[in-house]
Nanobody, 115 residues
């Protein structure tokens, strides 16, 4: 199946910005809808945003207006620009197919929003 590797997480202060990226292996990336998911400690994994193979986007209410998902099919990447970050955005961020048909998850990348 497709191999996905997340990167770009880190520690950021409230109100700051961060960009996480996902690199996909293979040359069929453009055939898939892609999503960014996140999971905070003690909570269920949730969808933050997704982008279709044609570039249509949708966002979960908590991140709407602050996050932007994008993709570059030529580079086999999908990114999530996160602005105006809040402590409640702290989570491990994962990329995966949308829907996550195979329920297979990588390591993700940790985003911590704290002063």
């Amino acid at each position: 199946q497709v191999q996905l590797v997340e990167s770009g997480g880190g520690l950021v202060q409230p109100g700051g910005s961060l960009r996480v990226s996902c690199a996909a292996s293979g040359n069929i990336f453009s055939n898939y809808h892609m999503g960014w998911y996140r999971q905070a400690p003690g909570k269920q994994r949730e969808l933050a945003a997704y982008i279709t193979r044609d570039g249509s986007t949708a966002y979960a209410d908590p991140v709407k207006g602050r996050f932007t998902i994008s993709r570059d099919n030529a580079k086999n990447t999908v990114s999530l620009q996160m602005n105006s970050l809040k402590p409640e955005d702290t989570a491990v961020y994962y990329c995966n197919l949308y829907p996550p048909v195979f329920d297979s998850w990588g390591r993700g990348t940790q985003v911590t929003v704290s002063s």
